[in-house]
């Protein structure tokens, strides 16, 4: 099992370019296809607010400059990927309608790169992160300074199928961990689970890996982000959004107290 296609949507900005660059490091570590997907804005969004059958000046001027802006944002994206200089990249400039085309991309790729800013809800991409990791259910790699291929990977387990699906999704980048440490807090969570299991799981799948309990039964989100501080670990696997999306945004969860709060590169999977 290996990943044959990293996928990056960008938004033909200036803040393009370190999520590319994340991207790469990971299509680089599985010899991969590096898909640099231009996302601009849809003038589909638009059309709802010109009104039935009336296109005046303003409605024009505004679907013009939203026709300009792809273009100069697909000659920028270009740019980026010659400079990166990735041999497997091939760029991708979506038409509308854009999030049918975005959808298809992410169903055809292995793993979804997004920066932090996406992540935390900011930017041009941040509805696109939120679609990929909750709809379409996705794995996605939320990408922070020094990401590392082949460094420690501190895996969350709490026995639930989000976890679950997050750990089995993210076994390449687990085999090429140089170390792995399987951290769960039994006094957090609703649920009765082993952490042993997990580490028998993974040795039969080549990966050799540490148990890490974590004591208390505050925030999980907590102890996870200090177990990754204090194991020194380059990513954090865990699963995203375990409640309803409603219930997560209004009170919160573990999942966005990981994206909002400072730490390790996140493989996510819900």
């Excluded at 589909?44 to 010109?50: F, K």
């Excluded at 793993?111 to 992540?119: H, K, M, S, T």
């Excluded at 299991?197 to 040795?203: E, K, P």
């Excluded at 309803?244 to 996140?266: C, V, W, Y």
Aim: aromatic share 6%; with cysteine; proline share 4%.
């Amino acid at each position: 099992m290996s990943w044959a296609r990293i996928m990056a949507p960008l938004a033909g900005s200036k803040a393009d370019e370190g999520v590319l660059r994340a991207a790469a490091v990971l299509a680089g570590a599985f010899d991969a296809e590096l898909a640099a997907i231009h996302a601009p804005a849809d003038v589909a969004d638009l059309m709802p607010w010109m009104g039935e059958g009336f296109m005046g000046g303003v409605q024009v001027t505004a679907l013009e400059s939203l026709k300009e802006a792809a273009v100069e944002g697909a000659h920028a994206v270009e740019a980026l990927v010659a400079s990166v200089g990735y041999a497997k990249a091939r760029v991708t400039t979506l038409e509308s309608p854009v999030w049918a085309g975005l959808a298809m991309e992410c169903r055809l790729s292995d793993v979804i790169v997004f920066d932090d800013a996406a992540a935390r809800g900011k930017g041009p991409l941040a509805e696109a992160f939120q679609q990929m990791i909750a709809d379409e259910q996705r794995p996605v790699l939320v990408a922070r300074p020094g990401l590392k291929v082949g460094g420690t990977a501190l895996v969350a387990w709490d026995g639930g199928k989000e976890a679950s699906r997050a750990l089995r999704t993210a076994l390449p980048l687990l085999q090429k961990a140089s170390r792995v440490v399987v951290a769960g807090a039994p006094g957090a969570s609703s649920r009765s689970f082993e952490l042993a299991r997990m580490v028998d799981f993974l040795a039969a799948r080549g990966v050799s890996a540490q148990v890490r309990v974590l004591e208390g039964s505050s925030d999980a989100a907590k102890l996870l982000l200090e177990t990754a501080r204090d194991e020194g670990a380059d990513v954090l696997v865990a699963g995203a959004f375990g409640h309803p999306r409603l219930q997560e945004f209004i009170f919160g969860g573990t999942t966005r107290s990981l994206l909002n709060a400072d730490g390790p590169s996140l493989f996510l999977s819900h």
